[in-house]
């Protein structure tokens, strides 16, 4: 006969095995995750809907999908095991908190510019803990895709589910090459945007009107028409340099490009807005000690010095 405690197991090994087969839509999948044969996930999920006495899955022969009872029951079952994760952090020594897998997310050119003397300082002192870095420059739904942490361009987090904390900011530049301005000649207002080439950034919430802030205080607003967009900033710069156009560039990006005279900033008295880049991971009230060190580490580390500015 099965003790409580063994029984109080079984249900939970249940309760995994029905959450990544419902994520999954497929025992095939599930079964690559759970590193457990098809065969015996069926019965686990098989004896779960006897022992519930009530259909979790609706079964085809190319999918399965959760019935209405079952989307009911794996709301609950991730509430429940996310609970038990939070508990075993609570429990856990320091060493296993400091081991495993920490899965981090970053935009790209922020991250290669900015991220590799943290990355060094945490893996040498959490040399257990292997990093998975992963740059993209589009939204991300940490919890969907089951980040510890990411690295956001923003200044407001909304989900009740997230804690943020700042990180730095950047300033935002107008820059084109001194090449091209050789040719074409430089904007002496931003309503002259117009006139030249702009190469845009695209991004899902990117509109190609820029907002300035000029000398008197008031806001100017152009819209330059983009001859070239690309989904990469690193690809901007370089088109820039390039000599294609006029682009709007971080700060941390060209500071280098613009004090060695390869690119040049233009309608440096017309500011714009800068953007803040906050650090954000999961409000779990225990949280493991290797995304918490991470936090730590990165705040630290660009509380000093402030955002720099060029004139």
Do not use: W
């Amino acid at each position: 006969m099965q003790t409580q405690c063994e029984v109080v197991v079984d249900v939970l090994t249940a309760m995994k095995v029905f959450v990544k087969v419902a994520e999954a839509n497929s025992y095939a999948h599930a079964s690559e995750t759970l590193e457990m044969g098809v065969p015996r996930i069926s019965r686990v999920i098989t004896d779960l809907e006897d022992h519930l006495g009530t259909r979790l899955l609706q079964r085809t022969t190319r999918k399965m999908s959760p019935t209405e009872a079952g989307r009911i029951y794996l709301e609950r079952c991730r509430q429940i095991l996310g609970e038990v994760e939070e508990t075993y952090s609570m429990l856990s020594t320091n060493a296993v908190s400091t081991s495993g897998r920490l899965r981090i997310v970053a935009p790209s050119l922020f991250a290669m510019r900015k991220l590799g003397p943290i990355l060094s300082a945490y893996q040498h002192e959490y040399p257990n803990v292997i990093v998975d870095l992963a740059l993209v420059d589009r939204a991300v739904d940490l919890i969907e895709e089951e980040f510890d942490l990411g690295i956001l361009a923003t200044r407001h987090v909304t989900a009740q589910t997230l804690v943020s904390r700042h990180l730095t900011s950047t300033d935002y530049y107008i820059c084109s090459s001194p090449d091209y301005i050789a040719r074409n000649g430089a904007p002496a207002h931003p309503a002259e945007l117009t006139n030249h080439p702009y190469l845009s950034f695209r991004t899902a919430l990117a509109t190609d009107e820029i907002i300035f802030n000029a000398p008197d205080g008031t806001e100017v607003r152009a819209t330059p028409k983009p001859t070239l967009y690309a989904n990469n900033i690193g690809m901007v710069r370089e088109c820039v340099l390039a000599g294609l156009g006029i682009a709007t560039l971080a700060a941390y990006l060209v500071e280098d490009d613009i004090r060695t005279g390869k690119l040049t900033r233009l309608l440096p008295q017309y500011s714009l807005p800068d953007r803040e880049f906050r650090i954000v991971y999961s409000n779990r009230k225990f949280l493991p000690l290797k995304v918490k060190a991470f936090v730590d580490m990165a705040v630290a580390h660009f509380r000093e010095p402030v955002k720099a500015s060029l004139p």
